[in-house]
């Protein structure tokens, strides 16, 4: 059994679990971080010295795995299917630099540009200049994104993929704040698709209300 520490309003916890929603994994996951603390006691430093959510062990005698998108490839090397993970390098490859873009790329321009500012920062505090600069360079990304989904259903081709989980699930996120968005009729018809995913709204469609200041 996984057993899983980070809480559930944690925008990486939520790609974690995505992922082993995806996966039907079974699964403990204990509330660490933010206002459950934990993060700075020893026992958890020794399996993360970075003090930081998610960590995962798979099985009692498991290691100590940190960073999300190494545990997510992790448990899609040990657990999914093809489809989700290929076993061909190359295959896998293509996958894996979308899975990179959403997460590296994608998700960057997005938590901390965006949704700390508008979401985790009082008002008084906010740079509305900052903020519109952060989300019309947050577009341009989805712009490529757009693209891509013109062509397939999902962002790395035909099937649901580890590449949609690391970018779609910044999007509940992005749909809900009360920002202005320019229209991308590919991206929202995607984000709709999302949702219907009955691990998306278990794991990702989670408010984030307890998260403002």
């Not at 798979?58 to 999914?80: M, P, Q, V």
């Not at 970018?167 to 219907?196: N, Q, S």
Request: proline share 5%.
């Amino acid at each position: 059994m996984l057993k899983i520490w980070g809480r559930a309003t944690s925008s990486n916890v939520q790609a974690l679990m995505w992922t082993v929603g995806e996966l039907g994994l079974e699964h403990e996951r204990y509330d660490v971080g933010f206002k459950f603390g934990g993060t700075d006691t020893p026992e958890f430093l020794a399996m993360n010295p970075n003090g930081l959510i998610p960590v995962v062990k798979d099985g009692d005698d498991g290691e100590a795995l940190f960073e999300t998108g190494a545990i997510c490839r992790y448990l899609a090397a040990r657990y999914a299917r093809d489809s989700f993970w290929p076993k061909d390098p190359a295959a896998r490859a293509h996958v894996d630099k979308w899975a990179e873009w959403g997460k590296v790329t994608a998700a960057a321009a997005f938590t901390m540009p965006i949704f700390w500012p508008v979401v985790r920062t009082p008002e008084q505090d906010r740079d509305p200049e900052a903020i519109a600069g952060a989300i019309a360079a947050f577009d341009r990304l989805l712009g490529i994104a757009e693209a891509e989904l013109q062509k397939h259903a999902f962002l790395a081709g035909d099937d649901f993929t580890l590449a949609d989980i690391m970018f779609g699930h910044i999007l509940y996120r992005y749909y809900t704040m009360e920002i202005d968005r320019a229209a991308r009729p590919a991206v929202e018809a995607y984000y709709a698709a999302m949702t219907e995913r009955a691990a998306y709204r278990a794991h990702v469609m989670v408010s984030y209300e307890s998260l403002r200041p």
